[in-house]
């Protein structure tokens, strides 16, 4: 059962007027809402079980760490700063439409720059990491693709164990969920992406920024497949061992097929 990450694009995450003005009530996951994925499970529709988070909030109590983007930088590499927590749950429960949270924040640096940038709209989605446990199919060999007419399959969730949950400040690629795979490893993925898809995903991607020295296509596994749907390369997870100048990743990626032969 590998770990993942997903996201929840929202327009009503808050901080409870009155009492400290650090109350902030979100929800972590929605409920029978297909989203696209492209993680390491392949490519194909998404959708959460009203029950999928029953026994992970009742074994825990309601009780989670708040971590801002999962203790990660904007590269995806760890943050020492943010593998604090920045507050805690004081109420997880299931409703009609998701898993809505309700967490106090501390009164750290980090947690008073989170709860200005909710307050200016300059964060706005939630996000989990975790483990699935149960799905009502199985990963097959090679991961999920789109079959010969383009169509990608749904895959329930049955049973998530959530580990912790916070505000995240990138929403989606595209509808309510972002990958369950880090930054790096979006590289392959877009790498043999059809040029559509590509594009769509860069569209909402494109803000991001990692050195230059990471565009290195030995770094990309040669399993993927240029322009067929939900074929999808690897990069390593190991860090970036050195540090230059940043460019979008639009340009990382188009360096990478390049050096590939691709275009």
Do not use: C
Request: hydrophobic share 40%; no cysteine.
């Amino acid at each position: 059962m590998s770990e993942f990450i997903r996201a929840v694009a929202l327009d009503d995450i808050r901080i409870r007027s009155g009492g400290t003005g650090r109350t902030v009530e979100a929800y972590a996951a929605i409920f029978n809402e297909p989203a696209e994925i492209i993680d390491q499970d392949g490519h194909y529709y998404e959708v959460n079980s009203p029950v999928a988070f029953n026994r992970t909030i009742a074994n825990s109590k309601g009780r989670f760490p708040v971590v801002y983007h999962h203790g990660l930088t904007l590269a995806g590499t760890a943050s020492e700063r943010g593998s604090v927590p920045i507050g805690v749950s004081t109420e997880v429960r299931a409703d009609k439409r998701g898993v809505l949270t309700v967490s106090e924040y501390g009164r750290s640096e980090l947690a008073d720059e989170v709860l200005e940038a909710i307050r200016l709209g300059a964060v706005t989605a939630q996000s989990y990491g975790g483990r699935f446990i149960r799905s009502d199919v199985r990963r097959p060999p090679g991961g999920f693709r789109a079959d010969p007419d383009g169509k990608l399959r749904t895959v329930t969730r049955l049973e998530v164990a959530m580990r912790e949950f916070g505000p995240t400040p990138f929403p989606a690629f595209a509808g309510a969920a972002i990958t369950g795979i880090r930054a790096q490893q979006v590289l392959g993925a877009l790498l043999t992406a059809p040029a559509s898809r590509r594009q769509a995903l860069l569209d909402h991607l494109d803000h991001l920024a990692t050195p230059l020295d990471e565009v290195d296509p030995a770094e990309v596994d040669n399993t993927g497949t240029p322009d067929v749907p939900g074929s999808a390369g690897t990069v390593t997870d190991d860090p970036p061992a050195r540090h230059s100048r940043s460019v979008p990743l639009s340009m990382r990626v188009r360096a990478a097929r390049i050096a590939r032969g691709w275009e």
